[in-house]
């Protein structure tokens, strides 16, 4: 009775502490979604892989979203012409590099501070060198799926000039551009990219204003419901792992070096939190697992989980999916370790 | 495209709008009975607060939609998802936990608990690191936390011998140790109760433990010694005086 009503508390507190994040990451990603043009973003990207994953991997803090918010948001940006480098590293880091995230981490982890940086600091370096191994591959369209393929622009390469006029949501996007330290000429790629951008892009950036504070309350009431659920889900798990799971077992397991990584990275996966709130959910752990295990939770979970796999798939093919969870599953896997063995 | 107007889609639409509303009400409730204090570190209450003021005007401004949308015969929104959950479960999964939390009273960890996650006066390496003491000249000014910091820092017993002692915390009978002392211990929290953490420290009594009934709140008064107890060379309160008390409010420190 006393152990159930400890499950009881640990759910509720987690809940109580998570709803505010999520609630925010919710209002910011619909927000974003109906005021904000991505196509002025595609336009200023630069040409070299390595520039082009690295802004693609910052774009977070101006779009804020959790994993689920992040893959229709890619989906976008790859029809309308982003190249891939920067698609995959929008895709990957944006659900940890960004404010929202960075201030709940704050919150969980402010007597470690360093799990917060080293946590921004790897989710950039690991979506980098995902972009950059997956700009290698020059035509990316083998690996999406066919309907996402066609729409894609027929041709890369060429950016002809387009102008700026009828773009609704300039304000925000003028940093993307800053962001990039020169103000460059808007570019935007052209051909089949136009014609899919007709059919992709975000329909509802033409609409009146007060259609679209509706549609904005609309998306926030779905997204809430859907995280909503998942994150009462893993709390729910947290919880009971918590008190059931014999004390000597989680230490065994939490204080290996090695074990504890990886016991971190396939919980991650398994309870598919959101990245907005998932810092409360590997605050529970923190006095029993090792500092690089929580890190691993932190970088992993949000780049790839079993929640967002179905998501992914309306993008990519399996395969390219599974190139992606392998190689950031092992580069979180070593950094986390060397963490583990060297800083704490 | 407007998808045909059906009775189901009205209800996934009410049930969104109870959920949502459910959940503001919930957060405040924990907040105006006070029980939010066990749920939560007191910085991050006021976040709950407003998070609970938002979700109660977005469930209240959708509350409006939907009784126009049941009165008028419009066509239905399309209800997009995600899909993660069939339609409707995340509502009413979250409908339903709001529910249950609105009857039930959280309440702080105890004994159990400690005994379970392991009261000790040391902070284990994994364990988060303060970053301040408060080095007080009064030494019966110091709280229990206190002390546990001060031995991390400086764990050698004799250097604290003959220092006069007051501080509080909840009873626990920890098997290891004699009848004649109990252990008086306390929950740390950095942020919510998942992370909460006991420490405590072994009190000497004049007479047996079962006095002193685990859980119950004692404010003990008494003489800091250094003894050999359960093979552990460690400070120990040698008490004078043992006085009930009542749950505080907050019954974490921080």
Redesign the interface.
Known sequence: M??W??V???F??????A???L?LGVLFSSVLLMFVDERRLIAAVPKNALLAALLGSSIGFLFPVCE?GNVPVARRLLVQGAPPAMAIGYLLAAPTVNPIVFWATW??????PELVFLRVGFSLLIAVIVACVFSTQADLRPLLQPAVARAMPATRGQKPKQNRADNPGADLLQSGTFLLGKAGAPLRLDGGGMQAAALVSNPVLAKPLPEKL?LM??N???????L???L??GAAI??VL??AIP?EAVLSL??GQITSILAMMVLAWVVSICSTVDS??A??F??????GSLLAFLVFGPMIDL?NI??LLSVFKGRAIAYIFILAAQLTFVLTLLVNLYV? | MPSPRSTSALRLLWL?VL??LA?GVL?LR?WLTGR?N???HPD?VW??I??GI??VG?GG??LM?VMQLTRSRQPL?Q???????PPG???A??LA?ALF?LQ?T?????S??AL???VTDTL????????SFRANVRTEDKSLVDWVRTLNVYPEPDAYTGQSAKIEGFAIHTAKLPDNYLTLARFVI??????T?PVGLPIKLATSRTAYPQDQWFRVEGTMITETVAGMRQLVVQSKSLTKISEPKNPYDS
């Open positions: 006393v152990q009503n400890s009881l508390t640990l509720f507190s987690l809940l109580v502490e709803m505010p994040f609630l689920c919150i969980a982890f402010r007597d470690q509706r309350l609309d926030m009431m779905q997204e809430l419901r859907e909503g659920g998942i009462i889900l947290a919880s918590q008190v004390r939490g204080q409360f959910f605050l529970s923190a006095s029993t697992f090792t500092s929640k179905a998501l704490s | 969104d959920a949502t959940w957060l924990f939010i066990v749920l939560l991050y976040l709950a407003a998070a938002a979700l977005l401004v959708k939609d929104p209800v997009l998802h995600i899909n993660f959950f479960w995340g509502s999964l979250m936990v939390g039930f959280p309440r702080a960890f105890a159990q608990v379970d996650r392991g284990t390496m994994t364990r988060s690191q303060p970053q950095t942020c919510c109760a998942a992370d953490y």
